[in-house]
């Protein structure tokens, strides 16, 4: 998924996605569609190296790729809901989860903060930090960590600059900003990636299972 | 009996009705006399399948859109804003609901929407369309209205057919009508509410909607105390 973070390049390549084993969890129940609608509504998650052989005409796209799996995590520094401003490096040497996700104050990315709240001591049990990310500004992450008692850090992404350095790619043909999650090992390597707009508790349930497995 | 009159069918109810049955008939009408004539039958009935399969998806978007978003003085749907929140607070009411009280706002859309199209078309597949879809959005009202019903109150026929997912049926319709009303939005068969649901095509407008406009759905918060079901009724009905 990381690898062809481009709206287009991702609703045309149905047997690139299969190929990397997509978690389709609800596939089962649900009537048979186009893999690139599958992602948005089942999951993509990306863990392992996959040895598949890339079409050439599909190279180019996973040069386009910002960050993926195996690579370093981009440095940034963000203000957090309390205005102070926040490294990435701050978290080196420890597992970090970092999530980003449309907006606050909305039913998906409510539920999604409630469920890693929810889950948090289990994510400090694993050594690890949780994350989240999105373009609303400090005074409302605020209000959000406040309303839903949130324990984690929540950055402001103002611009969406970090959002797009990342590759965190869009969805509904890039009307919604997408809600993908990166888990960094303690060097800072993206060690793993989920991709799921509409059902966001299961973000806590594939990082959870990532790091307690590690 | 009741107190409140506007439930009650006024002439201009039933007037409203009996146009948009008459537009509806006539184009129904057009369509079986000129598939007989050009002996075609296949594409007229397809049409017609068609029509009530898009009329319970249209049914389930504007439901959508109104329960969701404006208010009273939204111009032009502000009276229907304002109804459908009545109904969240009292669902019951509309089975009480005259026929013609109740249908007589779609009825004036339909007479509206297929008086010329009467006037100017004669094919027999559009009109197998447009008099199949646009006859289920106007009896919408009526099946949301069985909808609410109870079982020992219905016409047998009539539970045959939502028991069938002909109409909608009472517990699928049931399911919309709790907090945050967020879901089976569609009334002819609910039939694309699984489908809607399933794949959270509401929720997905939402957020794109609200990501451009800035505007939250009503269904992203708890109704107002003001607009919850109420359950004591007695204010409004009187002791016979």
């Known amino acids: 998924m990381a690898s062809i973070p481009l709206p287009t390049a991702k609703h045309s390549l149905p047997s690139l996605l299969h190929a990397q084993t997509p978690k389709t969890l609800l596939s089962q129940k649900l009537p048979n569609l186009p893999k690139s609608f599958q992602s948005q509504f089942c999951g993509v998650k990306l863990s392992h190296s996959s040895n598949f052989a890339v079409p050439s005409s599909f190279k180019k796209s996973s040069i386009l790729a910002k960050v993926s799996k195996g690579s370093v995590a981009p440095s940034f520094s963000l203000k957090d809901q309390d205005g102070k401003t926040v490294s990435l490096s701050k978290f080196k040497g420890k597992p970090v989860v970092v999530y980003f996700y449309p907006a606050d104050e909305t039913p998906g990315c409510t539920k999604q903060a409630c469920a890693f709240r929810d889950s948090y001591e289990k994510f400090k049990k694993a050594g690890a930090e949780v994350i989240g990310i999105s373009g609303d500004d400090p005074s409302s992450h605020k209000a959000f960590a406040k309303k839903y008692r949130l324990p984690f850090t929540l950055l402001s992404d103002e611009g969406n600059k970090v959002r797009k350095d990342w590759g965190v790619p869009a969805d509904l043909f890039g009307t919604l900003p997408g809600r993908q999650t990166y888990v960094l090992d303690k060097n800072g390597v993206v060690q793993l990636i989920y991709n799921n707009q509409f059902q966001p508790e299961k973000h806590i349930d594939e990082t959870l299972k990532f790091l307690q497995s590690a | ?240």
């Open chain 2, 1 to 240: 009996m009741l107190k409140d009159p506007i439930l009650k069918s006024k002439w201009y109810h039933r007037a409203w009705v009996a146009s948009g049955c008459t537009t509806v008939l006539v184009s129904l009408a057009k369509s079986v006399t000129v598939a007989a004539d050009s002996g075609i039958w296949l594409q007229p009935i397809l049409a017609g399948l068609v029509g009530y399969m898009l009329a319970d998806l249209g049914s389930g978007i504007y439901h959508w859109g109104i329960d969701n978003y404006g208010d009273e003085n939204t111009p032009v749907f502000g009276s229907q804003i304002e109804a459908f929140q009545g109904h969240h607070k009292w669902p019951w009411i509309i089975t009480r609901r005259q026929f013609a009280n109740n249908l007589h706002t779609l009825a004036r859309a339909v007479s509206f929407t297929v008086l010329p199209i009467d006037l100017i078309f004669n094919d027999p597949v559009l009109h197998g369309f447009v008099g199949v879809c646009l006859g289920c959005i106007m009896f919408s009202q009526q099946f949301h209205a069985w909808a609410h019903s109870t079982k020992s109150k219905l016409h047998p026929l009539v539970v045959a057919l939502q028991d069938a997912g002909v109409l909608v049926s009472r517990s699928i319709h049931g399911a919309h009508n709790r907090p945050l009303y967020d879901s089976n939005y569609c009334i002819v068969s609910g039939v694309w509410n699984e489908l809607l649901d399933t794949y959270k095509v509401f929720e997905a407008l939402e957020m794109i909607l609200f990501y451009k406009l800035g505007v939250r759905p009503r269904s992203w918060s708890e109704p107002s105390p003001s607009w919850t079901e109420e359950t004591d009724t007695s204010s409004l009905i009187a002791e016979s």
